[in-house]
Structures are given as C-alpha cells and as structure tokens.
C-alpha cells in the first residue's frame, strides 16, 4: 500500500481479496504492507470495512462471510490467532469465534485484522486459511518490496497507488506469480496463466496458453539416411 493509493478503494479491495470466502483460497491476501504515512488511515479504513461483514450461511443472501470448512479449521484458524496475540499482535477487530443466534453450532470465525506484526511472527510466516489479515508499517517503497520477497512462497501480491511508475517497478521486482494493481489478488480468468514462485510454484502454470506445457509431452527424434 503506498502513499499516494487511494484508501478507500484500496481498504474494499483487500477486505475483499482477504474474507472472500472466509480466506479460504490459495491467492487470499494474508499480508498487508503500508507505507507508514498512511499507515494509520489505511488501517481505520481496512477495520471498518471487515465490521461491516455479515456471517451466515451460503443460502443466506445477506450472507457477506462464509464459514469455515469444518470445526477443525477454524479451531486452527482461532489457535493461530491466540498465538499471534502471544507473539506481541494485537488484535483490531475479530479475533474470536462467531457463535451468535443460529451460527453457534457453525465454523465461523469473526473477520480479523491484527497489527504489531512483526516479521518473525508465525502468522506473517505461515498459511492460516482463514479470515485473518496481518499489518506492517514500512518506510518506503524499497522496504515494501523486500518485505514482500522475504518469504518462502510467491504465489501473489497486489499493490495500490496511483503512479504507473511504480506499479511497473513492483510488477518488475515483486517475486511472485501474479502481480496485481489496484485490485485484489485472485486467481483472474482462465486464459491468464496461473501458478507461483518459490514454495508457491513448479516450473509451470495452469491456465492459458502456458497449460499446453504442462499437458505437452515432447519427443526429440533425430534420422539419418544415407552414408
């Protein structure tokens, strides 16, 4: 997130990349780096749009955030959280089971923003798979790019601003598979290969052209006729 994002959109557009389908999606946004100018704006923003989410069934059409996949996940999700806390977090909103009226025998687990991450927390480390988002502060664009490569996975990552510039240098220096600007990180549409760097990837990609590599199996013959 640098300075110059516009906020607003930006804060509707992680909500939705992190709690869309309760996070449980490979190329759901975990972390979130912000420039430190707009640090404390972004997260107001970001807090207010995940309390704006309403938990329930998928036949519920005001549903907003689905459930967890079953109990084991989101006791995970919740252990992950009480760690994070114990790790020096601080939890913003969420954090907590969602056990009100008819979703107290359900898998929900409120949406969640914690920040005082630091880098070493396992939280910022691992997968959780759940509606859990981590925040750092950052100094600059230079140090938003290195945290974002100081990972083992790199399947995607998104940036917001509003100078074209520096979406072409992150699309550039950002390790990862899939690079977005100003909207969310998801897997797009079935023509666009899909696929990651790092842990997140093999040397190749579903979807598009590229998935005829991975379906293509090459046989080099060599003739000679004659003396």
């Known amino acids: 997130m640098l300075r110059d994002a516009d906020l ?7 909500a939705a990349a992190s709690f869309g389908q309760a996070g449980q999606r490979c190329t759901a946004t975990s972390r979130v780096i912000v420039e430190r100018p707009v640090y404390e704006e972004f997260t107001r923003l970001l807090v207010a749009e995940a309390e704006t989410l309403t938990a329930g069934p998928g036949t519920d059409p005001a549903t907003t955030l689905c459930p967890l996949s079953s109990p084991r996940q989101r006791d995970s999700v919740l252990a992950d959280v009480t760690r994070a806390v114990e790790q020096g977090a601080t939890v913003l909103t969420g954090g907590t089971a969602d056990t009100e009226g008819d979703r107290a025998h359900g898998c929900y687990v409120r949406p969640t923003v914690l920040a005082d991450v630091t880098p070493e ?60 600007v100003n909207t969310t990180t998801t897997g797009w549409d079935v023509h666009l290969p899909f696929g990651g760097f790092h842990d997140s990837g093999t040397a190749y990609k579903e979807q598009g052209d590229e998935v005829l590599r991975f379906s293509t199996r090459v046989k080099t013959v060599a003739v000679h006729f004659g003396a």
Do not use: I, K, M
């Open 8 to 14: 607003a959109a930006a804060a509707r557009s992680v």
């Open 121 to 180: 927390s396992a939280v910022w480390r691992e997968e959780v798979f759940g509606p859990v988002l981590a925040l750092r502060a950052v100094d600059d664009f230079a140090a938003a790019v290195d945290a974002v490569n100081d990972s083992a996975y790199g399947l995607a990552a998104a940036v917001f601003t509003r100078d074209l510039a520096s979406a072409h240098r992150f699309a550039d220096e950002a390790e990862c598979g899939q690079v977005a």
